[in-house]
């Protein structure tokens, strides 16, 4: 699963305790005056002049701060900036939105999450923060963190609220931490949500246990790898170095990795920005600086089995750099926020943790050795890093985040199985980009894993998922619907992008793709839909998109890539209609 993005909203504003206080809980820094086009000198002012120039369909107001997250370039000039908003000097949860600028920085549009304005109905908090802060702690039972006051605008009116995280939750997979949202005036429990991006939700993790299921991994054979060199020759260190792996699940694997001395090594890859893999230890760490550092005598890392702790390390590695491979080679995205930074993890998370997550409070991938009932080998597989880093690919753009969480950590509504849909469609990716014959591609998830119905999930008719019951088509109450069986209504939309409806064999997996109404699809290739998709998350979702906003997302990408009267832009109106998401059949808005 993914931590929604309220839990990390990043505000450059000072949040005085007055406002904490009784009286007016906007008793903070004056307004900020709105920018002119005169001072737009960078496409970042360019977003922000515009927005507040079209406030009537921004929804921008003379009390917002907007706040850079991203700034996307087309090819031909376009600019497509995203914000985080801020009210009257506090953070708004929801108020994200992307302004679209045209080369000449002229205003084409704008992507929002909120269609109301953000100014909170109540303006003075009731509570105070210490008791804001009591109220999280019983409800995620942990202990929490200082009280922040944000208005909280994510369920079609804004509320103040405080936000609060809570670590050491006992009701956290591995006591890990929450953020929880307190209505300010009522003290309600607005949100609790989990910190880690949970690859078994809790629900499917229930029912494996109660099937009495026993998964059996298929793992790789450790031949030996041509061509490789265990090291560089001698001279300055640190130094470029190619090692070779004996993985788990994927065969044996080039790694690069870092020489520190004549006869020694660091798992980490100077090459791809210092992605560096470490082992926890057992510890249920969330501080990536903790984890101890692999090193290795003569760059051969692991042995194919669990019984080296560098087995595990060597899956990782290799699935974090070929998931950032496959996001540099495909889209030119350098690194999981794309700023050039390297990823991260850390092997032997936890006793006894039969899960892998992306953790934004360590920024980095964290894999248990399975809880020896269910699962018993570490959840390194190569498409469970390829989803999980894509979460933090998605939080790094639309921040896709669901409508509710239930107190066992189950997450619902269509963002949050949108966001579980892209983990799905890009992990995939990354199979395909990789190539591995010990690990073929496939529109298969987690077919490595050993459960008995073969695969987790899959794309191209999603409920055959009999696990965690994944539905082929939209229907309204996909409005409700965990986000894991969700997630197969655009999953499925993407599969026909790709490839089509009815029989195909591919790479020796047989598929055969419904459709609602027992229309035929064509696909327009694998290549064209996974870029239509990406540039869909990137340009034009924001955290609140739903499937229709998707439709409408996709339209726009294939419009911008290829034409509005284009084979492919037809294809995406007709994958979508495919599994029953339609302009006619579109919600009206929530309130």
Not at 175 to 183: A, E, F, P, Q, Y
Not at 229 to 253: E, I, M, N, Q, W
Not at 317 to 338: A, C, E, H, P, S
Not at 486 to 512: C, F, P, Q, W
Request: hydrophobic residues 35%; glycine residues 10%; neutral net charge.
């Amino acid at each position: 699963m993914r931590k929604p993005h309220i839990r990390r909203v990043a505000m450059s504003v000072a949040v005085t305790t007055a406002a904490t206080l009784p009286g007016p809980a906007f008793a903070v820094a004056p307004d900020r005056p709105s920018p002119t086009a005169a001072s737009a000198t960078s496409p970042v002012a360019a977003a922000e002049a515009a927005a507040f120039a079209h406030a009537s369909a921004t929804g921008v107001t003379p009390g917002d701060t907007l706040h850079a997250k991203d700034v996307m370039t087309d090819p031909d000039g376009k600019r497509h900036v995203r914000f985080v908003r801020g009210h009257r000097g506090l953070p708004v949860l929801g108020g994200d939105l992307v302004v679209h600028l045209g080369k000449a920085a002229e205003y084409l549009g704008v992507t929002r999450a909120a269609d109301h304005l953000v100014e909170p109905s109540g303006v003075e908090a009731k509570l105070t923060p210490s008791e804001a802060e009591r109220k999280a702690a019983a409800a995620a039972r942990g202990e929490a963190g200082d009280a922040r006051l944000v208005v909280d605008a994510r369920d079609g009116a804004a509320a103040l609220a405080y936000q609060v995280l809570v670590t050491d939750s006992d009701t956290t997979e591995a006591g890990g931490s929450r953020t929880v949202v307190v209505d300010a005036r009522t003290g309600r429990i607005r949100s609790s949500t989990p910190e880690n991006d949970e690859f078994i939700s809790p629900s499917l993790a229930d029912t494996l246990r109660g099937r009495g299921e026993h998964a059996t991994p298929r793992t790789g054979t450790a031949t030996a790898l041509p061509g490789l060199t265990s090291g560089t020759a001698a001279g300055r260190y640190p130094a470029t170095a190619t090692g070779s792996g004996a993985s788990l699940f994927a065969g044996k694997v080039a790694l690069t990795t870092t020489r520190t001395a004549r006869a020694a090594y660091l798992l980490k890859d100077p090459t791809r920005w210092n992605t560096e893999t470490r082992d926890a230890k057992g510890q249920e760490l969330e501080s990536f600086a903790r984890g101890k550092k692999f090193t290795d005598g003569d760059n051969k890392w692991g042995t194919g089995a669990t019984s080296s702790r560098a087995t595990a390390a060597v899956d990782a590695q290799y699935g974090i750099t070929k998931t950032l491979d496959f996001y540099k080679k495909t889209f030119g995205r350098k690194g999981v926020r794309n700023n050039s930074a390297g990823a991260r993890g850390m092997v032997h998370f936890g006793d006894k943790v039969g899960n892998a997550f992306w953790d934004s409070t360590c920024g980095c991938m964290l894999y248990g050795d399975g809880d020896g009932r269910v699962f018993k080998k570490p959840l390194v597989v190569l498409d469970v890093t390829g989803h999980e880093l894509t979460h933090g690919v998605v939080d790094a753009t639309a921040a896709l985040e669901p409508t509710r969480v239930d107190e066992d950590g189950d997450q619902y509504g269509e963002p949050g199985a949108l966001n579980e849909s892209l983990a799905d469609v890009f992990g995939s990716n990354v199979e395909f980009s990789a190539n591995n014959p010990r690990n073929p591609p496939n529109y298969l998830v987690g077919e490595k894993l050993g459960l008995a119905q073969k695969f987790l999930r899959r794309l191209d008719h999603p409920s055959l998922d009999v696990l965690e019951e994944s539905i082929d088509y939209w229907s309204p109450a996909a409005y409700d619907t965990e986000v894991h069986a969700g997630s197969g209504v655009s999953s499925h939309a993407y599969y026909l992008l790709a490839e089509g409806s009815g029989r195909k064999t591919i790479n020796g997996v047989a598929y055969d793709s419904p459709t609602y109404d027992g229309s035929r699809v064509t696909g327009i290739g694998r290549a064209k839909a996974t870029a239509v998709f990406y540039r869909a998350l990137t340009r034009y979702m924001v955290s609140t998109t739903d499937f229709h906003d998707a439709r409408k997302a996709t339209l726009k990408a294939a419009a911008d890539m290829y034409g509005a009267g284009s084979a492919e832009y037809k294809a995406v109106g007709r994958a979508w209609a495919a599994v029953n998401v339609t302009a006619a059949n579109t919600p009206a808005p929530r309130r």
